[in-house]
């Protein structure tokens, strides 16, 4: 009778996540979704199926890779393009089903560790929870999505003692994200006392071992680029940076999690940049910080589940919040979906914990409402990249890749004389970003003016290296007016990235 009890009550919040969340099925593609699947030569089968352990989550190997290995989301990816075609609404529809899935398991990890009530209204919570909502709304959320599934479902293994299908799960996290690192510690420290085992952590560092060794010899650990734009918080001292993640923690992502309406899309320099030892954010964002690095020791007592909850989201947020490394990102919306379900738990204990059963209820109502309704609002601006990008120039107006993005939306939308001035002020916010000067480059010689845009291509192109876009794009440009410069460009491009197939399929007219 448990059995079936248990398994309704997971059901219902899937039910309950897929409700919340099918309104993100008629997007298209956004964001990172079009360079991680739409140009994803591994993906769209440019590349065979192997690929995918020897060539980084954006299909780049060589010049250009990044240190993201992420072969099981991968091969994901492909199976959807090769079930669906090009179409976005299946793999969207397949992220819908996952988080459901996620929400459900959630509740079953949480039942076998703190029982019900709380986890069933924890588990519902993190079904309709805003903060995280782009590991959802995006297709590259997907990653994010596989890591907790995996997480929620080898916590229940590890609370029952099955060290061998945890294991398990956790190497397929590994080969889907590289946050799954984290997971034996969640499990560890979480997890029913009795389970801190040696054997267990045995287990669980020669699953992380044979991963990264299949990693390192088929792709090895190339590093992550540093954007000065994206974390400008990355080129400071670590004083300015822990200070400049203090006061981002404190400005952008705590408000974000506790005001559904409140996006946390995308931040970059300066409006998220380093402080300084006078800014008295900055410091008050470090008390918050600390407050939430000891609530679990002081809680852990006085309200074991509370203190689960809030040591699960130290886990797993701190250690990518530039507070105790460097990373390449300021913060992202999907970056807090594995950290949420902690958030959710503790949230969830607090409510039950209150003396009056009308104020909790009726507090509960009001989350639950208000985070729902606000999942819907973000499903309006997910539907294209264009309204995503706009969307944005509301949160961080004074982000300078707020503005970069409008401006590629602007471009892509035909939009020449918007799509400029959204790029001149990207530029003001951070002038000499080549990526910047490419877009504002192109926007110009889509509105006639040549003399402007040729400095601005051949400066971006020096800054990024003769890159293949912008390589295209400025010997497109100088083929009608100076065909042997064009020429040029394409052959300098083609010496610098031998293996691109844009270029060497690309044949300018002739003189």
Known sequence: MRFWRRGARAGAVAALALACYAGAIPSGFAGDDEDAI???PVVNGALPPAAALTHDHWGRRGAGTVGMWRPAITLWYRADHALFGGSPHAPHAVNVALHAAASAASYLALEALVGDPLALLSAALFAVLAAPSEAVEAIVGRADLLVLLCAALGLWAHSRASTLAAAALLALAAAAKESALLLPAAWLLCGPGERRTWRAGAAYALALLLVLTLRAALFGFPQVPADPMLNPQMFAAPGARVLGAARTFLRFVLP?????FRRLYVCSAPACGPASASDPLAWAGVACALVLAAAPFLLW?????????LLWFDI????????IIAVPAVYAER????????????????LIALRSRLVAVALGAALFIANAAAVQIQHLNWR???TLALSALQIAPDAAQVQHNAAVASLHDGDAAAAERFARQALRLHPARGETEAVLAVSLAAQGKAQEAEPLFASAA????????IALDYAKFLAPRDPERARAVLQKARSLHPDDERLRSVVLPPP
Not at 256 to 260: L, Q, R, S, T
Not at 335 to 342: E, S
């Open 38 to 40: 739409l140009d994803n």
């Open 256 to 260: 974000g999690i506790v005001d559904p």
């Open 301 to 309: 007592r006085r309200a074991p589940a509370a203190a689960r909850g």
């Open 316 to 323: 797993f947020y701190f250690p990518l919040s530039n507070l």
């Open 335 to 350: 970056l807090l979906y594995a950290p949420c379900l902690g958030l959710c738990l503790a949230a969830a204990a607090g």
């Open 384 to 386: 294209s990249s264009g």
């Open 462 to 469: 020096e800054r990024l290296g003769y890159s293949p876009q």
